[in-house]
């Protein structure tokens, strides 16, 4: 299993070009299953997940091809509608799938995902949001079977905001008969832009950007033809790479408003930042001020840089609090940060940080895509080695992590 080694304490500097984003391409992906076609992806990151997603596709029967970061799927050959347990159970994202599928073939048998690393994770808002659309669906020996379905339109009002339901339930509506209106939806620029590639193919979808999105089915949709927007995940984490060790990154290609929210609470811990129309200049203050900060969806702080941000604050000058309120238990990175030297308390939900001068290199453990994350920003401000383990997490959701970290002078490589 591969490991990153990093010797920590040089500050970074430099310029970092930042990937497509992986959870605005994995539905995109998805939703090339609703017309037969030729459909054209650029900019889209070559990672495990996508490259998994690609098998999930290649399962159907649609050719995949991947030329750099252009992504060329044929889904004219697609006929099989079921997603594999072994596919589905390493990327929850693969239920993406499932509308699209009930959509086009009225059929569709789609592994259950099962629990993750920090939570059970269910996927009830889009079983019963396909089900209020018409879709009988059965759990069959851990799959969601669906058969001779006939979607059609439905008010949905989603109990709690979720990026997944939401991308899930626009894809199945755009083809299905009649008008849908979702509630409550999820505001994230992944389910934002899924709606206007779809809209860009024909698909009548208003309200795009607000809670409420009204979508009047159409018989039929073009390919897809569309660059996948930045990561904003992986733009902060390298911000907060910045902030931990001090240093100045100019973060390229990215949209600033996408990730306004961690730059506002990087600023609020001493960082100064640059915001240019598609750039982004991080500069790091000498020690983190502490923040409170509490995760909230889109617009508000992301959970998937909570771990990150706890990174910061266990170097910074005083005590930081900071609250998950979307995953509950998503904190597995706290006692390898302990490792290190960092002092956390956790309380339930929360976590109390207080800040020390320096952490020491350890052997820590990844447990999660952006828990590695946490460890290895960690890992560059600490004094002395750090061995990062199980870093195949980080090979999920992060595009060439060490060698962009080492064209900023990080010292770090990979160990086979
Ligand atoms: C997506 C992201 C993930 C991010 C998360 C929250 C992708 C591929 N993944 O995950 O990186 O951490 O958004 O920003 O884009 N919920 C339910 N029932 C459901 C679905 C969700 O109760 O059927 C709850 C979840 O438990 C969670 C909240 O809704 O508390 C938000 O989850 P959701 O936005 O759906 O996350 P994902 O789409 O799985």
């Not at 992806?41 to 997603?53: A, E, G, I, Q």
């Not at 050719?63 to 099989?80: E, H, M, W």
């Not at 079983?127 to 851990?142: D, F, K, N, V």
Request: hydrophobic content about 45%.
């Amino acid at each position: 299993m591969d490991k990153l080694r990093v010797r920590g304490g040089k500050p970074l500097e430099g310029t970092v070009r930042i990937s497509g984003a992986k959870n605005a391409a994995l539905p995109v992906m998805a939703a090339t299953l609703l017309t037969p076609g030729v459909h054209r992806l650029r900019n889209v990151p070559r990672l495990r997940d996508t490259h998994t997603f690609a098998r999930v596709l290649e399962r159907l029967g649609a050719k995949v091809a991947f030329d750099a970061n252009l992504l060329t799927i044929d889904t004219q050959g697609v006929n099989s509608v079921e997603a594999p347990y072994e596919l589905v159970k390493t990327m929850r994202a693969s239920i993406y799938v499932l509308g699209p599928l009930l959509a086009r073939f009225g059929e569709a048998k789609v592994s259950l995902p099962g629990g993750c690393a920090w939570g059970p994770r269910p996927v009830n808002l889009h079983l019963t949001g396909l089900q209020a659309m018409g879709a009988a669906l059965e759990i069959e020996h851990g799959y969601i079977v669906g058969r001779d379905a006939k979607l059609k339109g439905a008010t949905i009002d989603f109990e709690v905001v979720s990026v997944g339901a939401t991308a899930q339930l626009m894809m199945a509506a755009v083809l299905a008969e009649g008008t849908t209106v979702l509630e409550n939806v999820a505001l994230e620029p992944d389910v934002t832009v899924l709606g206007e590639v779809l809209v860009a193919c024909g698909a009548r979808i208003e309200g795009l950007g607000s809670r409420r999105l009204t979508i009047r089915g159409v018989s039929s949709l073009r390919p897809i033809d569309t660059a996948i927007i930045p990561d904003r995940i992986e733009a902060a984490t390298f911000a907060a790479a910045a902030a931990m060790t001090g240093g100045t990154i100019r973060l390229e290609n990215v949209v600033p408003d996408h990730f306004e929210a961690a730059l506002g609470k990087l600023e609020e811990s001493g960082c100064v930042i640059r915001r240019a129309a598609d750039a982004v200049t991080v500069s790091g203050p000498a020690r983190p001020r502490p923040v409170s900060v509490v995760t909230h969806p889109f617009p508000g702080f992301p959970t998937d840089m909570q771990a990150q941000m706890i990174a910061v604050c266990a170097i910074g000058e005083g005590t930081s609090v900071i609250e998950d309120t979307i995953y509950l238990d998503r904190f597995t990175h706290v006692p390898e940060l302990a490792r290190m030297g960092a002092r956390i308390e956790l309380k339930g939900n929360v976590a109390v940080v207080k800040g020390v001068d320096r952490l020491a290199g350890a052997q820590v453990m990844a447990t999660d895509l952006r828990a590695s994350a946490s460890l290895v920003i960690a890992a560059l401000a600490a004094r002395g080695e750090t061995l990062v383990d199980r870093i195949y997490h980080l090979d999920r959701g992060y595009e060439s992590l060490e060698q962009k970290l080492a064209a900023l002078g990080a010292e770090i490589e990979r160990i086979h």
